[in-house]
T-cell receptor, first 117, second 113 residues
């Protein structure tokens, strides 16, 4: 399978604990995105990487959230001191773009569902 | 502030008939509009898009119409098939430097055999 891979698929944690999600994008894709989706809502943008550089962060990404893409390949999203409001599906997406307009076509993974008790 | 709105949470149609999913937006700076389809336990998958300089784009059974003056777009599926049953998200993006794709809340389409 050469699609976007996310792990773990489901994480249950207690409030106050730290969690980390991993995303492996499609191998040749230079852009990687994290989105969050809560029940009844559409995906909401969190952050974006071009290669290893984090170029954009949403104000939704509080200081408890940190994302990295150390070698421009896989990415991690860590949430520290989780709160019940962090319960959501965390979606990773990737794309390949070298110049030209951003048409918004992304390849999404299946997501990592976080449940904070 | 919901910049992309899908006012119908659900839609049910008969197999073979037309499905019309609607979307409204408020930001006139959007340059591209997209539809994504999502099955349960899967991530969204890109379906079709349209540039703001066009008013129609067709791909097989799927056609997207854009009415810029009304800030409205729609997705037509003809003929509808049971396998089209999914949640459809309308999304939009501008070229103003942000990579943020803005999604609506989605419309759950059910195609009955």
């Amino acid at each position: 399978d050469t699609g976007v891979s996310q792990n773990p698929r489901h994480k249950i944690t207690k409030r106050g604990q730290n969690v980390t999600f991993r995303c492996d994008p499609i191998s040749e894709h230079n852009r990687l995105y994290w989105y969050r989706q809560t029940l009844g809502q559409g995906p909401e943008f969190l952050t974006y990487f071009q290669n290893e550089a984090q170029l954009e962060k949403s104000r939704l990404l509080s200081d408890r959230f940190s994302a990295e893409r150390p070698k421009g390949s896989f990415s991690t999203l860590e949430i520290q001191r989780t709160e019940q409001g962090d319960s959501a599906m965390y979606l990773c997406a990737s794309s390949l773009r070298r110049g030209g307009p951003n048409t918004g076509e992304l390849f999404f993974g299946e997501g990592s569902r976080l449940t904070v008790l | 502030d919901q910049q992309v709105k899908q006012n119908s949470p659900s839609l049910s149609v008969q197999e073979g008939r037309i499905s019309i999913l609607n979307c409204d937006y408020t930001n006139s700076m959007f340059d591209y509009f997209l539809w994504y389809k999502k099955y349960p336990a899967e991530g969204p998958t890109f379906l079709i898009s349209i540039s703001s300089i066009k008013d129609k784009n067709e791909d097989g059974r799927f056609t997207v119409f854009l009415n810029k003056s009304a800030k409205h777009l729609s997705l037509h599926i003809v003929p509808s098939q049971p396998g089209d049953s999914a949640v459809y998200f309308c999304a939009a993006i501008s070229q103003g430097g942000s990579e943020k794709l803005v999604f609506g809340k989605g419309t759950k389409l059910t195609v009955n055999p």
